[in-house]
């Protein structure tokens, strides 16, 4: 369902008819426990996996966008940098040890932050870390989150080198009236800069994000600035939207509140982003991505193998994923398990031989339960009833269901267009801390 010719309704006109997802969803809750890393410590050492899926957390940057809404700290001194990557060396380490098995890690993702605000032999230095801890996969998918104002040839020549195979550019919008409310200076022009290097490098592939719901955003700049982003050809583009929260985050303070697009202009804005995409021939994956024809996700959501974790989409079962550094997720078993936030607290436990693991999620029955019916459907797969065993989940689905965002057919539940158009709303946030899980 896209409204192309119409004006879409708001979100708070569909909610008034069907209600809010956000209490048919459920939430997972957070538990600050002070023996987290003895769940996940045991967690790993009874795990029968022989290979993971690697976050590495890298939350430096130089300079603070006005929206941003990632676990970031601001610094200049390469030592307390080098300080950083001392503990991560050792935590990695860690997590090898307390694995039942020696692992292989065929996947692993880069994010912050600006990974690539660190140095050549800093970047050398990481890889090193990752190499020496794990048996990693020759063919693994290596990706790295990259702030272009920050990149160089030369840069992108030594992070091929170390082999990694995919990039994705922090980017939110390309619009220039936008960027001006945000803070954020970055010229159309060294976008397609950056685009052809890495092209010319042959990258495996170029990604970005684009973030929906940021102050001056309006469907008809979305349209303008789907136009200019398909110039550039992403392979693939993540959209997540935007909350402005100045008690987590007390620089979104400094956006103008009156500027923030309301609950129906972010729809709007969702809906130009779908139809322009579609339009330039991207398929749409899941709730919140588009990939360019022939992309293996896009293959793997036609197939039903479209999944989802702690990593964002993948082709395949991601048997579990390891988080290191600040406010990584881990998920090992029916263990969720997240790192400090705080980077003292974080080095102080590593010090003590010990994981930096702060924050358990739930993980009963029924939220393991939940947590998984929700993850198919945020892959657009089919869901068979007979695979949801507890009564109250079911309840869960019926709501769903009830509100218009899912149907049964064939004793399979599905989502319906509605529901994939209002719940990115919901179940999708461009801060990793918000994200639904």
């Not at 990706?143 to 030594?158: G, H, V």
């Not at 102050?215 to 979305?222: E, H, K, L, N």
């Amino acid at each position: 369902m896209t409204w192309s010719n119409q004006k879409p309704p708001g979100l708070d006109d569909i909610f008034e008819r069907h209600g809010s997802p956000h209490a048919i969803a459920g939430e997972a809750i957070a538990v600050v426990d002070e023996k987290a890393h003895l769940s996940l410590s045991k967690a790993l050492r009874e795990s029968d996996a022989t290979s993971a899926a690697l976050y590495v957390h890298i939350p430096f940057c130089p300079s603070r966008c006005l929206s941003c809404d990632h676990l970031t700290i601001i610094e200049h001194d390469h030592k307390a940098m080098d300080r950083y990557l001392a503990h991560l060396h050792d935590e990695l380490a860690l997590m090898s040890e307390q694995s039942r098995f020696p692992l292989q890690i065929n996947r692993i993702h880069i994010g912050g932050g600006s990974p690539n605000y660190l140095d050549d032999v800093q970047l050398a230095r990481l890889m090193a870390s990752i190499q020496s801890a794990f048996d990693v996969a020759a063919d693994a998918d290596v990706s790295m989150e990259i702030n272009p104002r920050r990149t160089s040839r030369s840069q992108l020549d030594l992070i091929k080198g170390l082999g990694v195979k995919h990039l994705n550019l922090e980017v939110r919008d390309v619009d220039a009236n936008v960027q001006n409310e945000l803070g954020r200076t970055q010229s159309f022009s060294l976008l397609e800069d950056v685009f052809s290097v890495a092209r010319d490098m042959k990258f495996a592939s170029v990604n970005m994000d684009l973030v929906f719901g940021l102050p001056g955003q309006t469907s008809r700049s979305m349209k303008n600035s789907v136009a200019m982003i398909a110039e550039l050809a992403p392979d693939m583009l993540v959209c997540q939207q935007y909350t402005r929260r100045p008690q987590q985050f007390p620089h979104h303070a400094a956006l103008d509140n009156d500027a923030m697009p309301s609950l129906g202009e972010k729809l709007a804005i969702f809906n130009a982003v779908v139809v322009g995409l579609e339009n330039e021939g991207y398929d749409w994956i899941g709730l919140n991505a588009f990939v360019r024809p022939g992309h293996e996700l896009s293959v793997a959501q036609a197939q039903g193998t479209l999944r989802y974790s702690a990593l964002g989409y993948s082709e395949e079962t991601v048997s579990q994923v390891l988080g290191a550094g600040l406010g990584s997720v881990s998920e090992v078993g029916d263990i969720v398990a997240q790192n400090f936030i705080d980077i003292d607290a974080w080095q102080i436990a590593l010090n003590q031989n010990r994981l930096g693991t702060q924050v358990l999620i739930e993980t009963s029955e029924f939220e393991i339960a939940r947590r998984s019916v929700m993850r198919r459907l945020m892959c657009n797969s089919e869901v068979p009833v007979s695979s949801v065993k507890q009564p109250d989940v079911l309840t869960l689905v019926d709501s769903l269901e009830n509100q218009g965002y899912t149907k049964k057919q064939n004793n399979v539940i599905y989502l319906t267009d509605l529901g994939r158009m209002a719940l990115p709303h919901f179940w999708s946030d461009s801060s990793p801390r918000f994200r639904w899980l």
